[in-house]
């Protein structure tokens, strides 16, 4: 994994830390009267709206202290990948992020953190594939917009090499059904787990989790149209836990539930 997501409601309190990896909060819901300090940076008092982002870097000390309960979603990503990821980005592991004044709104960063927080919030288990994509999508984010190379970013370097991707292509083919890791789809493609997910997007368009959804539902679309098989059969079989599962992710994907495809004609 290239790093970690917490969902947090917390109670009214306060803390201090020193992080020990580069660690990004997003707020959910809006908290007022927050009091905040980075560093050696004087103490200041802000309201955050849905949608602040707080940045704290590795090896910086910070201090929180709220009067209600609040939600947020918090990133953290070692040093050792955020310079990894910076390679694709920008040719060079050097790289600081900087952080924004407190209060400000990030609506792209909320995007993924409303993602987020609905996959470890489901009665499903959480998808390790699909969170470690969305992290990693996010560690690009920071690149792009906290740091001092944003101006002066270059495309990525390429995706997978053509026998790489034929390679990992025929092996999601053949597992889709089941539980796959990235580190699985990286030893196929022979290259490192750091390096596979954003050379996988570049490849096909789409990140590995995104593919890999695409074909459990092609395939339960095509025995739901088939007709031959009950509902809970079909999610059994596309790689789904459950009924409901299956109904919850085609509805979000192809925005029919599988009764409304089976009867659509």
Known sequence: M??????????????KFLAKEHSVGI??????????????????????????IAIN????????????????????????VLSELAVHEFDNADVELEPPAFGTVDLLALD???????????KAAPNDLYLD?????????????????RKHAVSPKGGLSANSARRVRDHLNENFTQKVHVAELASVAGISTNHFIVRFARTFGIPPHQYLINLRLDFAEKLLVEGKLPIAEVAYLSGFSDQSHLATTMKRYRGKTPTELRFAK
């Open 112 to 122: 993924m953190a409303q993602r987020m927080s609905a996959e470890l919030t489901e």
């Open 27 to 52: 707020v959910l819901a809006p908290a007022r009267k927050l009091r905040a300090s980075l560093g050696s940076d004087k103490i200041k008092e802000y309201d955050a709206p849905v949608g602040c």
């Open 133 to 149: 994509s969305l992290v990693t999508l996010f560690g690009i984010h920071l690149l792009r917009t906290y740091t001092s190379r």
């Open 57 to 80: 870097p590795a090896g910086v000390d910070s201090s929180l202290a709220w009067l209600a309960t609040r939600k947020n979603v918090v990133v953290a990503i070692p040093p050792e």
């Open 2 to 15: 290239r790093g970690s997501v917490i969902y947090s409601v917390r109670s009214p309190g306060s803390q």
